[in-house]
Nanobody
Framework: QLQVVESGGGLVQAGGSLKLACVVS????????LGWFRQAPGKQREGVAC????????VYEDSVEGRFTISRDMAKNTVYLQMDSLKHEDSAVYYC??????????????????WGRGTQVTVSA
């Protein structure tokens, strides 16, 4: 069964760090592009970080560039999002997602095939 399951969200003070994990099943990380997205209340869902199947191409949203890092552990079928220097405006529900192919084109929700249920990240000011 195809699944992506996020964990690791929580409450953290501004300037702190969190590491999100996304465990996948039903497919191999080496066969599909993956990404992390987020949605804050009243806002559209946006791409945060996306990687192609090999991990050789990674794109970050401008506001998280240099603070967030997407990585993969093939042995654990897990994709991570390390978030450092968190800001209040990073507060959102974070979703892990699988694209429908090995590349993602644009790191946008419209190209996603499978979504996780999300994990809440709250950054206190």
């Amino acid at each position: 069964q195809l699944q992506v399951v996020e964990s690791g969200g929580g409450l953290v003070q501004a300037g702190g760090s969190l590491k999100l994990a996304c465990v996948v099943s039903g497919f191999s990380l080496g066969d599909y592009a993956l990404g992390w997205f987020r949605q804050a209340p009243g806002k559209q869902r946006e791409g945060v970080a996306c990687t192609i199947n090999t991990g050789r191409v990674i794109v970050y949203e401008d506001s998280v560039e240099g603070r967030f890092t997407i990585s993969r552990d093939m042995a654990k079928n897990t994709v991570y999002l390390q978030m450092d220097s968190l800001k209040h405006e990073d507060s959102a529900v974070y979703y892990c997602a699988r694209f429908g192919s090995r590349t993602f084109g644009d790191c946008t929700p419209s190209r996603v095939g499978t979504w996780g249920r999300g994990t809440q990240v709250t950054v206190s000011a």
